[in-house]
């Protein structure tokens, strides 16, 4: 794969003239609240052919959206695919109605009860972990229970770290299962977080746009990358500040 380029390189490209240009989220346009070098030059170009794909398990679209207005980088909802969401409303088609051990935060905790879900961690027929970051000793307990009694378990994406606006790794979704998988190392899990192909299909679904008329760009191959080939989309890595690499513990389907 080539060396990953710097943004401007990207804006001097004919890239940014594609039908859909599909975008990973921290580390490549943002880290934390700190909006990355060049991004609001490719907000204003690409306008309503840009769309975040991104293997956040933390907000929702509408909390993003609101984080990302504050940032002076709006975008409508309709044009953010999170893993976290995306998960929960999968779930939601296929198994309407199902009672899940939800490990998440309180605007995922909310969406699920918004969808039908009941989250119910003492006696579930599925568990699903987001990046929870109250997850406790006595909660990694209680997923290797499931686990280990044949339960089955979702993982909003298999991140083991994202990066801070310096480059230092933080704990990411993969991380706690690790601690979980540690435990019940035969546990299988199911995600349609990037390295999966879900949410690039799924962008390229709402802009009506056919895989070779898009570009995905993105910090990290083994994730953003994979996801774009599995989608037949052109990807182009982009240099993340910092340096740090970022590497998926599992690849997966979402079933039910």
């Given at each position: 794969?080539?060396?990953?380029?710097?943004l401007?390189?990207?804006?001097?490209?004919?890239w940014?003239d594609r039908?859909?240009?599909?975008?990973d989220?921290?580390?490549?346009?943002?880290?934390?609240?700190t909006?990355?070098?060049q991004?609001?030059?490719?907000?204003?170009?690409?306008?309503?052919?840009?769309?975040?794909?991104?293997?956040?398990?933390?907000?929702?679209?509408?909390?993003?959206?609101?984080?990302?207005?504050?940032?002076?980088i709006?975008?409508?909802q309709?044009?953010?695919?999170?893993?976290?969401?995306m998960?929960?409303?999968?779930l939601?088609?296929?198994?309407?109605?199902?009672r899940?051990?939800?490990?998440?935060?309180?605007p995922?905790?909310?969406?699920?009860r918004q969808?039908?879900?009941?989250?119910?961690?003492s006696?579930?027929h599925?568990?699903?972990?987001?990046?929870?970051?109250?997850?406790?000793?006595?909660?990694?307990?209680?997923?290797?229970e499931?686990?280990?009694?044949?339960?089955?378990v979702?993982?909003?994406?298999?991140?083991?770290?994202?990066?801070?606006?310096?480059g230092?790794?933080?704990?990411?979704?993969?991380?706690?299962?690790?601690?979980?998988?540690?435990?019940?190392?035969?546990?299988r899990?199911?995600?349609?977080?990037?390295?999966?192909?879900?949410?690039?299909?799924?962008?390229?679904?709402?802009?009506?746009?056919?895989a070779?008329?898009a570009?995905?760009?993105?910090?990290?191959?083994?994730?953003?990358?994979?996801?774009?080939?599995?989608?037949?989309?052109?990807?182009?890595?982009?240099?993340?500040?910092g340096?740090v690499?970022?590497?998926?513990?599992?690849?997966?389907?979402?079933?039910?």
């Amino acid at each position: 794969m080539a060396q990953p380029i710097r943004l401007q390189q990207f804006l001097d490209s004919p890239w940014p003239d594609r039908a859909a240009i599909l975008a990973d989220l921290d580390g490549c346009l943002v880290s934390g609240d700190t909006v990355l070098p060049q991004v609001p030059e490719l907000f204003a170009r690409c306008d309503d052919r840009l769309w975040i794909v991104s293997n956040n398990s933390t907000d929702t679209a509408q909390t993003l959206a609101t984080r990302l207005d504050r940032l002076g980088i709006g975008l409508s909802q309709n044009r953010l695919l999170l893993a976290g969401e995306m998960t929960l409303r999968a779930l939601q088609r296929n198994c309407p109605g199902a009672r899940i051990a939800l490990y998440a935060s309180d605007p995922l905790q909310d969406l699920a009860r918004q969808l039908g879900l009941v989250p119910d961690r003492s006696a579930a027929h599925r568990v699903v972990l987001a990046r929870d970051t109250a997850l406790s000793f006595s909660d990694i307990a209680r997923i290797a229970e499931y686990a280990h009694a044949g339960i089955p378990v979702t993982l909003a994406n298999p991140d083991r770290s994202h990066p801070a606006a310096d480059g230092t790794p933080v704990p990411e979704t993969g991380a706690l299962w690790a601690a979980v998988s540690a435990i019940v190392p035969q546990a299988r899990v199911t995600s349609l977080g990037k390295p999966a192909p879900d949410m690039p299909r799924e962008a390229l679904r709402r802009a009506g746009v056919a895989a070779g008329a898009a570009v995905f760009i993105g910090d990290t191959a083994e994730t953003d990358g994979m996801a774009a080939a599995a989608a037949g989309v052109e990807f182009v890595h982009l240099a993340r500040p910092g340096g740090v690499s970022v590497c998926p513990v599992i690849t997966g389907a979402k079933t039910c």
